[in-house]
């Protein structure tokens, strides 16, 4: 089950959504972008079925599963580790005088672990900061690959907790 809470980084980039959704849709993207990334791979990629994977700096790895692709607009994903939860993640381009504005979403799954108020409490002033950070971080990393043209180096904006 997905919380009601999400988290949401949103950041314009200098350029226009051609250019930023060939960056996003290129193979193993998230290597030159994503600071938390160690490899990131395609397990099957076509018009009917997408899915990847990120192994993250700390060997943690995650599996994406596309359900939702539209060519520069965006998508929708579920991740998590290949059998456990999954959270939902939307990402979305839109044009604007400024440039493009790219904003990821993440809604992560609540835990069965806990009650109501512990998870609540969890939410509040653990998980949705740490993803806040995360996001920050990656859509950082896109926005500096697109605007500079270099690779993003691993944790450059500082370590995180989850994924270093």
């Known amino acids: 089950m997905l919380s009601k809470y ?14 930023v959704w060939d960056v996003l849709s290129k193979d193993s993207h998230l290597e030159l972008v994503h600071p938390f990334c160690k490899t990131h791979k395609k397990i099957v990629w076509n018009k009917k079925e997408k899915k990847d994977m ?3 700096l700390n060997g943690l790895i995650y599996y994406r599963t596309f359900y939702d692709w539209k060519d520069k607009q965006g998508f929708k994903l579920m991740i998590g580790k290949k059998n456990g939860k999954k959270s939902r993640v939307v990402w979305d381009l ?26 609540f409490i969890l939410m509040k002033i653990y998980i949705i900061p740490l993803l806040n950070n995360y996001l920050e971080n990656v859509t950082n990393g896109i926005k500096l690959y697109v605007e500079k043209g270099s690779a993003i180096k691993k944790n450059q904006f500082g370590k995180h907790k989850w994924f270093s």
Do not use: C
């Open 6 to 19: 999400s988290s949401l980084s949103k950041t314009i980039i200098q350029s226009n959504v051609d250019i």
């Open 54 to 56: 990120i192994e993250y």
């Open 94 to 119: 839109k044009s604007s005088n400024q440039g493009v504005v790219l904003s990821i979403t993440v809604t992560p799954y609540i835990s069965k672990k806990y009650n109501k108020v512990l998870n």
